[in-house]
């Protein structure tokens, strides 16, 4: 009797044991997929901007804008959308992808073509030139002086940084194709320290990277100058596919181009370096077409590689 | 009721308690050990599983923002492949802010929507905003088979994706119940091996207790050969070995206790002692048939009441009697003993010693009390009352009937120990009668002795009940004060006393007046021991005399250190005096306008042969204190006369001889006689003397003074008043005083003349005595200044350094010897 009510006394005790081990919330969940969205909120609006920085930097400087834009706009919102390179950004682009984007002027241009309407682009446009640098103890004082000697761009696609000074030096009586050695070198920063350790004798590229350039390493910004400049063609546009409803765009319109007329909008415009963005057409771009035109039958063909960087 | 069950099994078998003690225990220690064991590798085993879905869901949102951000499904599929190497994992997959699936290990899901409601309502919460400190990681599922968290991509912020990760848990899950069924296993396997042995245990432990406790049962019913078996485990072998010892000791013990009921009966025979028994609880006592036959009476002719004793007790020895059985029993005797006559049948008184003694509980109340009567008629008709007047006779003053020296010093030994005990005060009185010896010698022993009843009875009336007067012998009584609370109550009896012996004592038609020292010592402040404390009440009663009679002094620890001091010094001085190493010096006493001597200051000089001169600032106070100063004065006064003479004989002027004179001497009744004989023996004529006496010593007693100065002064000797200025003086008893000069104490002339205070009190010396027609001396004269200031302010005279330091005689002579040139 004893053994027996001392086995009633383990059982209790085991059974103890083992709830406290597997006392576990018995819950359950499994993910479910549908093919349709199950909730949105707003009208949804892919707002690509080119790759003019990386990703990361893109969504610093233009997340805010989109933010500011969304809490003005009512029923539908944009979604900034960055693209691993230009390549990417151009096959979003020209395959509709994006239902507002902001190109580049050669892009604008093409986009034109591909079922996107310009409504506008950034002000500024004496910003959108090429300059060539020379170190200031190369003697280099005439375009020609250049002859027979290595100069360096970015990318042979990019519009102000490498076809303007292109041609510049062409309309200053330089053959690019034979008179220079040509040295692509990948990046605007890479270019400009060609020139300053003397591997070319003059580097090309254009105002934002220099200046940027100068805050990050002014020691060596002060042995080079800038020995010219392009004129300019019209800035970045902005494109917005054309069946997009027209009130959308209105609204946005409305609130992109009075952005420089508030604090908050002035602060999002001085990340970009830009004063405002302003209204554009079609025809605005008409020089930049003209450009390209010529460049293309005067200096050399541009497609074939990549359109890149500026 | 089952409670009731167990708790009357637990009650009931020492088997029990130890198989089930020892078991529960056990189980306890154990199943806790086990369970914090399983706790902690199962705590840890899940930790590890969210540690690694933390880590890899974090690894995810760091790789996948950049494809994110640019949207780009190549990119995407990259990074969630990268974690599709974990064997554990179940999918992982990338959500973008609309619930769009962008990436998933499972590439059938890319494009499709979330359509859960647990992750739709994450993405809902956390649309809007980003916190920047936080990933917002939710767990959507955390169970023994898989875990699954959620947790956002922020850029800007904003959300702008989110990683989803789910991990497989089975193979920990696994582990974990691995490790819970061993657990388990080895618990119940632990928990049997130790009941089991346990129960061995007590089995053999109640077998070796029932074999030893069926021996205790046959020894308690008679069989005294029973021994128990030691043959077993060792803490029963040794409760059986002890019950062994226990058994042959109380075999022993019962052998004895026979054989001494038998001595002691036999001995009470023997002696014819009668026994009694008186149990104090209960009040009844108890009498031995020899008892009862020592007074005539069968064993039961007399009940065992008290009664039977006390009725038959002689009336005059009962109180004496119960009371030495209640201070017995109060604990104050060691031992009850009494003589008393008791009554026999047949009418006669029968002489017993009655012995015995208290027994108390564990209180100290006492519980009984047993004695013996012995039959002591024969022995105690003669010899008791003889010894009783001899024993008072010891212990007591035949004179005043007061206890005496020896009872006093018993009392005070049994006072002190009192006090001790009760840790109460007490305090020993010194009385001495102050010029008794006077009494006794004027006017006979017959009166002497009368006055000492007369001192005795108004002492008695005096002190309370409880103290204890005594006579030392002769004219010194003490007194002990017990249960003394304050030292207050000690000087109230003192004044009392004091007061008392100042009344006039009439006897045989002489009017005596007497007074009184007192000296009194405290237990325990003084001391701890009898002899002590009288021996300090002694030295405190010599004090007071010393302070002027009719007083009374406590005892101080500094009378003992100066006394002593003092002893040694009074030694020191004695043997000077013998040895003659005192040695007298003269100071020249000068006329400051004439420069003329006008005589000289003996003064005493100590050359101690170790110490050197020993300064008179040091041994004169301990000389005037212990009363040496009358022999030191004696014999400076001798040995300057006769130095005096001798130069007068020689054609010297020394001028007058100035000559210090102690008080203790104007005391003396001899003193006047004393001069005159010193005057005759050195021929010695008195105005070629003049003695000093200081103001302090005369205003002590200025009446005694006034009478044997005027005795000097009519002898022809001239008195100065020595240290003037800082004694008080009553100018009553100045102007009543026989004296000639007044001498200027040198405290007044050392800042002269430029402290304001001492020109102004030399100059009212000075004018008090011319006042008083009296002459003026200044001593302690340094400068010229000084001398000339004094001068100028009509004292001429003048004694100090500024003509010459004390000197040796005989350079006293050759500067006499020039002078007179």
């Not at chain 1, 940084?161 to 070198?185: C, R």
């Not at chain 2, 998933?104 to 919460?125: C, F, M, N, P, W």
């Amino acid at each position: 009797m004893n053994l027996y009510i001392m086995k009633i006394f383990v059982l209790v005790l085991v059974v103890m044991l083992s709830f406290g081990c597997s006392s576990s919330e018995e819950n359950s969940y499994e993910p479910l997929y549908s093919n349709a969205p199950i909730f949105m909120k707003n009208k949804v609006y892919i707002f690509g901007v080119h790759p003019l920085h990386n990703p990361n930097r893109l969504f610093e400087v233009y997340q805010p804008m989109v933010d500011y834009i969304n809490a003005r706009l009512k029923g539908s919102e944009l979604r900034l959308e960055a693209s691993r390179n230009y390549a990417a950004y151009d096959e979003k682009l020209f395959s509709g992808y994006f239902h507002f984007s902001l190109p580049n002027p050669y892009q604008t241009v093409t986009a034109s073509s591909k079922g996107y309407k310009i409504f506008g682009k950034m002000a500024d446009d004496e910003n959108f030139r090429g300059i060539i640098l020379v170190r200031k103890d190369s003697g280099i004082e005439k375009v020609t002086d250049l002859r027979g000697k290595s100069v360096s761009y970015p990318a042979p696609t990019a519009l102000a940084a490498t076809m303007m000074p292109q041609w510049f030096m062409h309309e200053h009586g330089l053959n690019i194709n034979t008179d220079v050695k040509n040295s692509y070198v990948g990046s605007q920063e890479s270019s400009i320290l060609n020139v300053f350790l003397g591997k070319s004798a003059a580097a090309s590229t254009w105002p934002p990277p220099w200046r940027a350039f100068i805050k990050e390493r002014p020691e060596i910004a002060e042995q080079v100058e800038i020995k010219w400049e392009t004129s300019h063609l019209p800035n970045n546009g902005l494109v917005v596919r054309e069946d997009v409803p027209a009130d959308v765009v209105e609204s946005v319109c409305k609130i992109i181009f009075s952005l420089h007329e508030s604090k908050e909008g002035k602060a999002i415009l001085s990340k970009m370096e830009l004063s405002k963005y302003e209204k554009a057409e079609d025809a605005t771009y008409d020089s930049v077409r003209l450009f390209l035109k010529r460049f293309e039958k005067e200096v050399r063909p541009i497609r074939g590689g990549d359109l890149n960087d500026k | 009721m089952i409670n009731k069950h167990l708790s009357s099994l637990w009650n009931r078998s020492f088997k029990f308690q130890l198989i089930y003690g020892f078991g529960v225990i056990l189980t306890v220690l154990i199943v806790s050990f086990a369970y914090i064991n399983l706790s902690f590798q199962k705590d840890f085993f899940q930790q590890s599983g969210m540690k690694q879905i933390l880590n890899t869901s974090l690894s995810l949102v760091q790789t996948s923002k950049v494809w994110v951000m640019a949207n780009d499904y190549v990119g995407l599929e990259a990074v969630v492949n990268d974690v599709s190497m974990h064997d554990d994992l179940v999918f992982a997959t990338i959500i973008n802010p609309d619930g769009k699936i962008i990436a998933h290990t499972d590439t059938s899901y890319i494009g499709k929507y979330v359509a859960d409601a647990k992750r739709i309502k994450y993405l809902q919460e956390h649309q809007s905003s980003a916190d920047k400190n936080d990933d917002s990681i939710e767990i959507l599922l955390h169970n023994d088979k898989s875990i699954d968290i959620i947790r956002a991509i922020h850029e800007a912020d904003k959300n702008i994706g989110y990683v989803n990760i789910r991990l497989d848990q089975g193979l920990r899950t696994a582990a974990i119940e691995n490790t819970i069924t061993k657990g388990i296993a080895f618990t119940l396997l632990s928990i049997l091996i130790g009941i089991s042995f346990a129960y061995f245990v007590a089995n053999g432990l109640t077998k070796s207790l029932s074999s030893l406790m069926l021996s205790v049962r046959r020894y308690s019913d008679g069989k005294r050969d029973e021994v128990a078996n030691e043959d077993t485990v060792k803490e029963i072998a040794k409760l059986a070995s002890e019950f062994n010892n226990l058994t042959n000791n109380l075999n022993k013990a019962e052998e004895l206790n026979q054989k001494l009921t038998e001595r002691l009966e036999l001995a009470f025979i023997a002696t014819q002692d009668g026994l009694w028994d008186w149990d104090i609880v209960n009040d009844t006592i108890y009498y031995s048939p020899i008892w009862k036959k020592m007074l005539g009476y069968s064993d039961e002719d007399l009940s065992s009441e008290i009664s039977a004793w006390q009725e038959r007790v002689h009336p005059d020895d009962l109180e004496a009697a119960l009371k030495a059985i209640d201070e017995h029993i109060a604990g104050k005797t060691q031992e009850y003993t009494n003589i008393h006559r008791l009554r026999h049948k047949d009418g006669t008184w029968v002489w017993t010693l009655d012995r015995g003694k208290v027994l108390y509980d564990e209180n100290k109340k006492a519980i009984r009390m047993v004695g013996t009567h012995t039959d002591i008629t024969k022995e105690t008709n003669e010899r008791a009352a003889q010894q009783h007047t001899l024993e008072h006779q010891a212990h007591h003053d035949a004179l005043t009937k007061l206890p005496n020296r020896l009872l006093f010093h018993d009392r005070l030994i049994q006072g002190i120990e009192k006090a001790k005990r009760y840790k109460t005060h007490l305090a020993v009185f010194f009385i001495d009668l102050d010029r008794f010896k006077q009494i006794n010698d004027s006017l006979g022993h017959d009166v002497g002795d009368k006055v000492l009843e007369e001192v005795s009875d108004r002492l008695m009336e005096i002190t309370r009940q409880n103290d204890t007067l005594a006579r030392l012998g002769g004219d010194e009584f003490t007194i002990l004060m017990e249960d003394l609370h304050k030292a207050q109550d000690a000087s109230l009896l003192a004044e009392k006393i004091l007061k008392s012996l100042l009344e006039p004592i009439n006897i045989k038609g002489h009017i005596l007046y007497i007074s009184s020292s007192i000296g009194i010592a405290l237990y325990p402040e003084d001391a701890d021991d009898a002899m002590s404390l009288l021996k300090y009440a002694d030295a405190a009663m010599y004090k007071a005399k010393d302070e002027g009679r009719n007083k009374f002094e406590f005892y101080s620890a500094e009378m003992t250190r100066v006394a002593s001091k003092n002893l040694l010094i009074e030694a020191s001085l004695r043997e000077a005096l013998d040895k003659e190493q005192l040695e007298v010096y003269y100071q020249p006493q000068i006329d400051g306008v004439t420069d003329e001597l006008i005589g000289m200051e003996a003064l005493v000089r100590w050359n101690h042969p170790r110490d050197g001169l020993v300064s008179p600032g040091v041994f004169i106070p301990i000389a005037e204190e212990t009363g040496l100063i009358i022999l030191i004065d004696r014999w400076v006064m001798q040995t300057a006369i006769k130095q005096v003479v001798k130069w007068r004989k020689d054609g010297l002027n020394p001028g007058k001889l100035a000559l210090n004179l102690a008080m203790k001497q104007l005391q003396s009744k001899q003193c006047t006689q004393l001069i005159t004989d010193m005057l005759e023996d050195a021929g010695c004529k008195p105005e070629w003397i003049a003695l000093e006496v200081t103001e302090g010593q005369i205003m002590k007693n200025p009446e005694q003074a006034i009478v044997i100065l005027k005795e000097i002064s009519q002898m022809g000797i001239e008195l100065a008043v020595d240290d003037f200025g800082t004694g008080y003086s009553s100018l009553t008893y100045l102007k009543r005083l026989p004296i000639d000069k007044l001498k200027i104490d040198q405290s007044f002339v050392r800042d002269l003349p430029f402290d304001e205070e001492d020109i102004g009190i030399s100059r009212a010396i000075i004018a008090l005595s011319q006042a008083l027609y009296l002459d003026v001396i200044a001593e302690g004269v340094e400068t010229k200044e000084q001398r000339d200031f004094l001068v100028e302010n009509g004292c001429r005279n003048i004694q100090g350094y500024f003509y010459s330091k004390p000197i040796p005689a005989l350079e006293m002579e050759i500067f006499l010897k020039e002078k007179n040139i």
